[in-house]
């Protein structure tokens, strides 16, 4: 491969490394057998743990997305076969993957497999193709389409997928944001975690971005409502702070999604998601697109946004990032956004809640939550000082006590006590 170094120099280091993974493998096997678990999951899933210990994340504003996270967006976007699938900034190609799972796990499914557990997050998934016809295997070899400005990040999404059995991955080294890229109008499904900072050159830009910014987490809104097919579905992460920014490109963005779109949803989630890697607030948006760049839109494509307030994702917020009972809010953002009503969703108090179009153009078309959650404030009602000094005075001389007694008191708390009783009345 171009540009790849072989780092082992020493015979000697070489003979012992490919005999540890002759051994993982060994173990991956053993496994594979005692548990009922396929090969090619758990050997999946040793690579997919490995990247997450690669302690490079962050840079250029690239974060490895939780693999939970990504199994939340695929339910909600539902992947199907012969779906052409895209992630313009895929990284190590986890979304890529969490797609190929979901697809292969349904059709799994629909074949009466009876072996497929939950895993700890509460979905169902599988790697394993074997039980799929040639037909079948090959056209979702030809559905997975990544790109990355980033040669290792394409290395390892590349990797990534074969581990996973997908024998020849379409992961192309290119910035979709740049003049040198052109694919328009090409995939069913879009999921992606671009990165969140950071600008790029104004020359550099694709001609076709018609967003007056240099603000790589606007320009990749744009590229991703250009890169679907009309009638296709996008699920991307976004800092919140593309949902209420102010300046003439973030509106403009926001435009775009409410007018030549149908925005189905925004899950906000919190700010520890990323973690260690960031603290950032982030947001996932669900949309179709309904009108092409060229078209002129005679009805905004959007009639009601589901909000939903994701306090858990079922692990700690910290930099451990520990997992906690139960599935957070994963399993009901799920559920609840597959039985949405727009007539019954409008209690928002709730954690969820749908919001009409029209009130939101009249909010400059601001897409942050709080804007739209009603908070219930709850009134503390406080004894009066002199009550709790009369506690405090019984839980230091018993229940009963006599004040003339007590006044005899020449020092010490209760003597303290007594005369701010005196003072208060």
């Not at 900034?89 to 799972?101: D, N, S």
């Not at 990355?148 to 290395?155: E, N």
């Not at 020849?168 to 090409?186: E, R």
């Not at 963005?253 to 906000?268: G, N, S």
């Amino acid at each position: 491969m171009k540009n790849a170094v072989f780092m082992i120099s020493k015979p000697s280091l070489l003979v012992e490394a490919v005999k540890a993974i002759g051994d993982i493998y060994g173990e991956i096997e053993k496994d594979s057998q005692n548990k009922g678990q396929a090969f090619q999951d758990i050997q999946g899933d040793v690579y997919e743990y490995l990247l997450s210990e690669i302690a490079t994340a962050g840079k250029n504003g690239q974060f490895r997305t939780p693999r939970h996270i990504i199994k939340l967006m695929a339910e909600l976007v539902q992947p199907q076969l012969g779906h052409r699938i895209c992630d313009p900034a895929c990284g190590t190609g986890g979304f890529l993957l969490g797609a190929f799972q979901y697809i292969v796990t349904q059709l799994a499914l629909k074949k009466g497999a009876k072996n497929l557990k939950a895993d700890e997050d509460g979905f169902v998934r599988t790697s394993v193709s074997a039980g799929l016809t040639e037909k079948a295997k090959h056209i979702l070899n030809e559905s997975l389409w990544g790109y990355d400005f980033d040669s290792t990040m394409v290395r390892l999404g590349l990797m990534n997928l074969m581990m996973h059995g997908i024998d020849d991955p379409h992961v192309d080294y290119s910035d979709t944001l740049s003049k040198g890229f052109n694919a328009p109008n090409q995939y069913d499904i879009v999921m992606a975690n671009p990165p969140f900072t950071g600008s790029i050159d104004k020359g550099d830009i694709n001609e076709s971005l018609s967003l007056k910014t240099t603000k790589t987490e606007l320009l990749f809104v744009e590229t991703i409502y250009r890169l679907l097919k009309k009638g296709g579905t996008a699920a991307i992460i976004v800092p919140q702070g593309v949902l209420f920014g102010s300046s003439k490109a973030f509106v403009a963005a926001r435009k775009i999604l409410v007018d030549r779109c149908d925005l189905k949803a925004v899950i906000t989630m919190p700010n520890g998601v990323f973690r260690p890697y960031a603290g950032v607030s982030t947001a996932v948006l669900l949309f179709t697109k309904i009108y092409d760049k060229e078209d002129k839109v005679s009805e905004p494509g959007t009639e009601h946004v589901w909000f939903y307030d994701m306090k858990s994702d079922g692990y700690s917020l910290d930099d451990k990032r520990n997992k906690l009972d139960g599935f957070g809010d994963l399993q009901e953002i799920n559920k609840k956004f597959k039985d949405r009503d727009s007539e019954k969703d409008t209690d928002r108090t709730r954690k969820y809640f749908v919001v009409p179009r029209q009130e939101i153009v009249n909010e400059k078309y601001d897409l942050s939550l709080s804007r739209y959650k009603e908070e219930i404030f709850e009134e503390i009602v406080y004894e009066k000082p002199s009550v709790i000094l009369h506690k405090l005075l019984m839980s230091e001389v018993g229940k009963e006590y006599d004040e003339k007694v007590l006044a005899d008191v020449k020092g010490g708390i209760v003597k303290e006590l007594l005369e701010l009783k005196g003072m208060i009345g």
